[in-house]
């Protein structure tokens, strides 16, 4: 009798221990007073602006839980983020991670969220195209789910269109390196206008064109393909129009900062960058020609689309967080199609094609239809691994050594699949 007692007083106390603590799912939980969410500030301003409002507070006022927002810059992140994640024991319950800085290696450090997607599904999950879900799926663990993109277009100067005779952009690939050595040529008042630039501080302007032939650098499962006929082709041309002059002598040096500055100053007539640089490009304070640039889709060879590059933030769960049901209810909330509404009128890039149809979003992103279009076969520069970075640099050095004639494009692609395969993931 006694030890039925004591065996009842036990399993009294564990009952109102789990009451106290509330449930999710199968083990008790804690209900704390905040999720703290560690991300760069533009996540938190695109959940929490004033034009569209703050898509978290409705979840925050049904579950009587803040948020607490943590931000630092775009490398700082992740270095916190990943060592915050592999403690015992963490503080941060959502992360807000970038493709090129994930990978293999740190699929570990947190939840597999489509055993969460199984349970309790995001709304309409499958409009978020697989492309932005593949790229922060690792180990067949999906470990974020896309929130944010920056994808490519092509931006071009419509001034110097009509300068030139041309009343529209290139639909083919063909046409547009056609184009660009047209629009290569000095205006009546001295200006050397460039044809075409495009970032050299990465591969993902390069591999745009790459993969407008059919060509790319490595493969979603970690393949290298830029010694393929269509990679080299591309590199070909690249070194051609270094030599014609349509590049300037110091587009080595390129990053995304001096591309913007050439294109506001009018001394190139076409690029491709993220669609978001039209605002840039048209800023009366910054440009020679604001309101007269215009953005659509990179044409393919032969015509359509291509896949062009995009940059996906995705919302991880640390598998230490202490608040993981929770904070897929967050993740949850954030996904839906009316936050995601909410904040690409703050200003995010919306994961969700549904969002551009939007009368909000439509008067403030004018190129909507066209970005919209993309997303469906858009994909990240490289998939992330550990490597990504090493692997990114040293195809910068051989695309610089084909384009000054050191190496044929031929050998600098041999060269390069010598040096990338070894870091590639097995």
Do not use: C
Not at 77 to 84: A, G, K
């Amino acid at each position: 009798m006694r030890r039925t007692h004591l065996s009842k007083l036990a399993f009294a106390a564990s009952l109102a221990l789990a009451v106290s603590l509330g449930t999710s799912g199968a083990f008790a939980q804690a209900k704390p007073e905040k999720l703290v969410i560690m991300s760069h500030a533009v996540h938190k301003g695109a959940v929490t602006g004033e034009k569209g409002g703050d898509s978290s507070a409705d979840w925050s006022k049904k579950n009587g839980v803040g948020t607490e927002w943590l931000t630092f810059g775009v490398e700082a992140v992740h270095e916190r983020v990943y060592r915050e994640a592999s403690l015992a024991e963490g503080k941060v319950d959502i992360a807000f991670i970038l493709e090129r800085y994930s990978g293999p290696q740190v699929a570990r450090l947190f939840e597999d969220l489509s055993q969460y997607q199984a349970k309790d599904p995001i709304e309409d999950f499958n409009e978020i195209s697989s492309g932005m879900r593949t790229a922060h799926t690792h180990n067949g663990k999906l470990i974020a789910i896309p929130f944010r993109h920056a994808t490519h277009g092509l931006l071009y100067n419509q001034v110097y269109f009509k300068e030139r005779g041309v009343d529209a952009p290139p639909k083919t690939m063909e046409a547009l390196l056609a184009l660009a050595e047209k629009m290569n040529y000095t205006r009546p008042d001295g200006t050397v206008v460039h044809g075409y630039i495009t970032s050299f501080d990465d591969p993902s302007g390069i591999v745009d064109l790459m993969r407008a032939f059919g060509g790319d650098f490595i493969t979603s499962d970690y393949k290298f393909v830029a010694d393929s006929p269509a990679s080299i082709k591309v590199v070909t041309l690249l070194r051609d129009f270094f030599r014609k002059g349509i590049f300037p002598k110091n587009v080595f040096t390129f990053k995304t900062e001096e591309v913007i500055t050439m294109m506001q100053q009018g001394r190139a007539a076409m690029t491709n960058q993220p669609f978001g640089r039209f605002f840039n490009y048209n800023d009366a304070k910054q440009s020679k020609f604001p309101g007269e640039f215009k953005v659509t889709t990179i044409p393919a060879a032969g015509g359509g689309i291509a896949p062009a590059k995009t940059s996906v933030w995705g919302m991880a769960i640390p598998a230490n967080s202490k608040n993981k049901q929770l904070a897929w209810t967050l993740i949850k909330e954030l996904s839906s199609k009316k936050a995601t509404v909410a904040q690409a009128i703050n200003g995010n890039g919306p994961v969700r094609v549904s969002a551009y149809k939007d009368e909000g979003v439509r008067k403030l992103v004018p190129y909507a239809d066209d970005e919209a279009a993309v997303l469906q076969t858009a994909r990240s520069t490289v998939p992330g691994f550990e490597n990504t970075q090493k692997a990114m640099d040293f195809f910068m050095e051989e695309i610089q050594l084909a384009m000054l004639g050191t190496k044929t494009p031929e050998q600098a692609m041999a060269d390069l699949k010598k040096r990338v395969e070894p870091l590639l993931p097995r």
